[in-house]
């Protein structure tokens, strides 16, 4: 028998885009400055953005700034431990 030929998922942009914001917010500058810099790419989907937007402000210790240029300014603290 033979086996059906596995097909790789195609991300959504969802997907893309969560992992293009991901990279800019693990690089070195930004975690050294807590602080990185967004902008939605034209190609992506504005109910996307909205969505990873949303997500990322509610998470503890992320400031969400929205700039006049349609940029979006991420800044965090990392809480000390006990």
Known sequence: MA??????KVPSPYEVMGARIQKIINSPAA???KHALL???????????AQILEEIGE???VTVAH???GGVELF???????
């Open 3 to 8: 086996k059906a030929a596995l097909t790789p």
């Open 31 to 33: 975690q050294k400055a």
């Open 39 to 49: 902008h939605r790419l034209p190609d992506e989907p504005e109910a996307a953005w």
């Open 59 to 61: 998470t503890d210790n």
């Open 67 to 69: 700039r006049d240029d």
């Open 76 to 82: 965090w603290v990392v809480p000390k431990e006990d």
